[in-house]
């Protein structure tokens, strides 16, 4: 193997350095996915605006679609009050794209569903994300989308084994010290 300057690597460090990301790569990446992230955003924003509809909106509206909606679930998945999600609720049957009726054996359920209108709503979204999927996604090569994707898995795994450990930015800082012994001051503003 090979550097760029066409000498044989010097060791074991020079060899870690070309296998491994530096901290150069990570910021690269960090920043890379932080715009992939906000054009995201701003695609779904484009999309529930395509429909007529906020983000909100068309989260709940996909969800009753599916058949198996519970305001209560669906409001502790997305970290929401069971009050914002009958008020979107409320929003939608106002526009005339969802139903409500009482469930069959319970008078304390809701059963939702959407009307014509929100099925037409719903398939303009899919024909949306469609059309964004082939002038997109399918022009890119199918060998860099595996391993792009292969990548997210593994970062995302990552991601979630840090997150869960209960590291932290302020626990890895608390346990900096100087050579003498000191913390340093944003540390110790932490603590």
Sequence with gaps: MECKSGR???????????REPGVADVHAA??????????????RAQLAEGAGLTEQQCGVLEEIATEHFMPSLFARR???SPAAV????????DKGLI?????DGDGRQRRYSLTSKGKRAMQ??????EEAIRRVWLQLDEVEMRAFTAFGERLADNLERYASSGQSVTTARS????????????AADEE
Excluded: F, H, W
């Design 99 to 103: 139903l409500t009726a009482i469930a």
């Design 30 to 43: 960090i920043v890379c996915l932080t715009r992939l992230t906000e054009l995201m955003e701003r695609r």
């Design 78 to 80: 997305r970290d929401s």
């Design 8 to 18: 044989p690597p010097a060791g074991r460090a020079t060899a870690r350095r070309n």
């Design 124 to 129: 303009r979204l899919r024909d949306m994300r």
């Design 86 to 93: 009958s008020k979107i609720l409320r929003q939608l049957g």
């Design 175 to 186: 346990r900096e010290t100087y050579a003498d012994g000191a913390v340093p001051a944003s």
